[in-house]
């Protein structure tokens, strides 16, 4: 893959991941949508179907990984680096243009807006225990990176593209068991880049964008990726 390519392949993934991840949680937040309200499961599965779509569009072009702390992942247990710069590239722009494309969605929504809507681009702990949120968001990218790494241990899997489906359920699972504490992250720029946003944006009373907090779904994923690189070199 050129870097032209990863670049490309990165940004339309991790667009997409946040337009429609960030969207299921626009539309059961905002008072005037008609999701407003549906919950825990429908942000679930919102999420893990924004994976599974991103990741089958951009697959071809990069390799989906939409997520820095899978590229970090994968780097640790192939030990090549060169490609990762680009990567990073394309998913920050990318995480930051599916955000903006959320508030266009939903502008009449948000300009009727009459609370704090960072949770609708970002991550927050229900209990802010820095030392907590921090090892919640290392466990919830343990158990993603470490899944997506042994996929490949199944001959075909990939290829079959049975691999996108099994991550995007992953996704939900990882929603449903560990999601509760913090909002799960998983992944920096899926927090950095909507934050960003969030803190530009002329949102009428959008409240704090909490920088204050915003290390912890950056660092949190990035250790859990690399240590998931480390397992699977020691175990596999």
């Not at 959320?102 to 704090?116: R, S």
């Not at 229900?126 to 470490?146: D, M």
Request: hydrophobic share 50%; net charge neutral; with cysteine.
């Amino acid at each position: 893959m050129s870097n032209g390519h990863i670049f490309v392949g990165e940004l339309i993934g991790t667009a997409l991941l946040i337009l429609l991840g960030g969207g299921v949680c626009a539309a059961v937040t905002l008072k005037k949508s008609k999701a407003h309200g549906a919950g825990w499961v429908a942000i679930a599965f919102g999420w893990g179907f924004a994976v599974m779509i991103a990741a089958y569009v951009s697959s071809s072009l990069s390799g989906a990984h939409l997520n820095p702390a899978v590229t970090l992942a994968i780097a640790v247990k192939t030990g090549q680096w060169s490609h990762v710069p680009v990567y990073l590239a394309g998913q920050i722009v990318g995480a930051m243009l599916g955000a903006f494309l959320v508030w266009i969605t939903y502008l009449g929504q948000f300009q009727a807006n009459e609370e704090p809507t960072l949770g609708i681009f970002s991550t927050g702990p229900e209990i802010r225990n820095p030392v907590q949120n921090l090892v919640t968001e290392i466990i919830g990218t343990l158990v993603l990176c470490i899944m997506i790494l042994t996929e490949g241990l199944t001959p075909g899997l990939g290829l079959s593209g049975m691999g996108v489906l099994i991550t995007a359920l992953a996704v939900v699972g990882i929603g449903f068991s560990l999601g509760g504490p913090t909002g799960y992250a998983i992944n920096p720029v899926r927090d950095l880049g909507p934050r960003i946003v969030h803190s530009l944006l002329p949102i009428p009373n959008k409240g704090s964008s909490d920088w204050s907090y915003a290390w912890i779904p950056v660092a949190g994923p990035l250790i859990g990726g690399a240590l998931a690189g480390l397992l699977y070199n020691v175990a596999f």
